[in-house]
C-alpha cells in the first residue's frame, strides 16, 4: 500500500471536537494508504509555553527552550490516538526520540537530517496509525530539539521524503494558499498551483501558511504539497515544481511581515569599509541584517545608513551598535512602526516595467516607500506599518490578483 502523509496544524487540532474531526479525515485516508500523521500543538498551547520561560528569565536556556515548547506536541498527538483507539483503529502516538528524528545545528533553530525508519516502517505494516510530534527531534547529545516556529510543516515535508510518500498534505485553517492573506483581504483569490520558488519568497517574507524551511526541504527533494483546510472538502494549493506549472500572471502572491524593525545610523563617516565594520559585530552575533541601504553623502565627508532587522533582535542590535568602537555617528535611530511589503512572480523575470508599476501604484496611495529591496522573482519596499492595508489593496488590484 502507498504512504500518504497528513499534517495536521494547531488549530486543526485546536479543540477536542476539531480532533474527532481530524480523526474522520485520518480514517478516510487508512481505506486507501498507510497514513503518517504529523500534528502541531493544540493552538495557543506554544506560546503559552513560551510566556512561561520568559516568565522565568529573559534569557532563559535555549535547550531547556526546546524541551518546554515541543511538550504540545506530545498532548495532541495522545488526543488524536485516543480517538482512534475510540473508534477502533490501531494507533499510538510518537514521540521524536521514540523513532528518532535525528536532527543537527542550534537549539530552537534545528533541522532534521534523519529520519531512523525501521520501527515506523514495521509498525505499518501491523497496520498501526502512527501519530508523530511534529516540530521536534532529538539531536546526537541525545537531547530533545525544536526546528522553529510553524515546524511541522518541515516535519510532514521530511517525512514524505524519507518514506518516499505518494502525497504530502498539509491540514490547515485555510483551504489553500491565496494570493495574499484571506485572512485580512477578501478579495484574495486561492492560487491552484504554485512553484517552490515563489512559495518559498512567499514564506520568507511572511505568508505564514507555510513555514520558510519546510518549502526549501520540499524543494530539494522534490515533494509536492497539497495545502488544504480540515475545516471543509474544498480542493486546496498544489505546490510542486515550475515545470507542472502555466501561469499567465505576471505577479502570483502579495505579502507583509509583522516583526521587522528598522535601524538608521545618521552622520556616519563616509570611508571604506565602515559598513563592514558595522556589520560584522551584528553577523558574530546572530543578527540578521535584511534590507539596507546607504544615502549618498551630500559633503562626502558623512553619509545616513539604514538597515532592517527582526524586531526581537533590537536591544540587542542597539547594545551593539553603541558598543561598536570601531564606528563614528551622529545619531542612532530606532523605528518599529515598519513592514515590509512585497510582491512575487516569475513572471516578473520576462515582463518590464513591474517595478514601476508597484512604486506608481503606493505613490497613488500617497504612501512613503523608505527602503527597497530586490531579487530575481520579488520586489520588497519598507513601508510605514499603519499603511500596509492600503498598500497590500492597491498592488492586489494594480497586478489583477482580484480575479
Ligand atoms: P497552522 O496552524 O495550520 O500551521 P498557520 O496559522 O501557521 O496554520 O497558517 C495559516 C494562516 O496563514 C492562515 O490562517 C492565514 O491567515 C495565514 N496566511 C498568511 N498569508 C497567507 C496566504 N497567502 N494564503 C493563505 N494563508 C495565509
Ligand atoms: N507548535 C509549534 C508552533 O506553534 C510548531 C507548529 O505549529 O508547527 O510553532
Ligand atoms: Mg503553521
Redesign the pocket.
Known amino acids: 500500500m502507498k504512504i500518504i502523509v497528513l ?6 487540532v485546536g479543540t477536542t471536537d476539531r480532533i474527532k474531526k481530524v480523526a474522520k479525515i485520518i480514517a478516510k485516508y487508512k481505506k486507501k494508504y498507510n497514513v503518517i500523521v504529523l500534528s ?1 500543538a493544540m ?1 495557543g498551547v506554544t506560546n503559552n509555553l513560551i510566556n512561561l520561560s520568559k516568565k522565568i528569565s529573559k534569557n532563559f536556556s535555549d535547550s531547556e527552550y526546546d524541551v518546554l515548547v515541543s511538550s504540545g506536541e506530545q498532548m495532541s498527538c495522545a488526543l488524536i490516538s485516543g480517538e482512534l483507539i475510540n473508534k477502533g483503529f490501531n494507533s499510538r502516538s510518537w514521540m521524536s526520540w521514540q523513532i528518532p528524528i535525528n536532527t543537527e545545528g542550534k537549539y530552537k533553530f534545528s533541522r532534521i537530517n534523519k529520519i531512523n525508519k525501521s520501527k515506523i516502517v514495521s509498525y505499518l505494516k501491523k497496520g498501526g496509525i502512527p501519530i508523530i510530534t511534529g516540530f521536534q527531534g532529538i539531536n546526537n547529545k541525545n537531547r530533545i530539539t525544536t526546528i522553529g516556529r ?1 515546524g ?2 518541515a516535519s510532514a515535508i521530511m517525512f514524505a521524503k524519507f518514506f518516499n510518500a505518494e502525497k504530502c498534505i ?5 483551504d ?9 483581504l477578501k478579495s ?1 483569490q ?2 491552484k498551483v504554485i512553484s517552490y520558488e515563489e512559495m518559498l519568497e ?1 514564506a520568507s517574507l ?6 520558510p524551511h519546510s518549502i526549501q526541504d520540499a524543494r530539494l527533494n522534490r515533494v509536492d504539497i497539497e ?1 488544504k483546510s ?1 475545516f471543509t472538502d474544498n480542493k486546496g ?1 498544489l505546490i510542486t515544481k515550475r515545470k507542472n506549472i502555466i501561469n499567465n500572471k505576471i505577479i502570483t ?3 507583509n511581515t509583522t516583526s521587522d524593525a528598522k535601524v538608521s545610523l545618521l552622520g556616519v563617516r563616509d570611508k571604506p569599509g565602515i559598513a563592514a565594520s558595522i556589520f560584522k559585530p551584528l553577523s558574530e552575533n546572530s543578527i540578521n541584517v535584511d534590507m539596507v541601504v546607504q544615502n549618498i553623502s551630500a559633503n562626502g565627508n558623512e553619509t545616513d545608513l539604514t538597515f532592517t532587522i527582526k524586531s526581537d533582535d533590537l536591544s540587542k542590535t542597539k547594545k551593539i551598535v553603541l558598543q561598536n568602537k570601531k564606528i563614528k555617528f551622529r545619531d542612532l535611530i530606532f523605528d518599529k512602526n515598519v513592514s515590509k511589503v512585497s510582491i512575487i512572480g516569475v513572471g516578473m523575470v520576462t515582463t518590464p516595467g513591474v517595478t514601476y508599476r508597484m512604486f506608481q501604484s503606493l505613490a497613488k496611495q500617497k504612501i512613503n516607500i523608505q527602503v527597497i529591496s530586490t531579487s530575481e522573482i520579488k520586489i520588497s519596499v519598507l513601508i510605514d506599518k499603519k499603511n500596509v492595508k492600503k498598500a497590500i489593496s492597491s498592488l492586489h488590484k494594480e497586478f489583477k490578483l482580484n480575479k
Request: glycine fraction near 14%.
Open positions: 499534517k495536521f496544524g494547531g488549530t486543526s502541531s493552538s510553524g511541522t510543516d498539509i491540514y490547515t485553517d485555510v489553500g494558499v491565496y494570493s495574499t492573506d484571506p485572512n485580512k484574495a486561492k492560487i512567499m511572511g505568508a505564514k501558511v507555510m513555514q495545502v480540515s494549493t502572491g502579495i505579502t
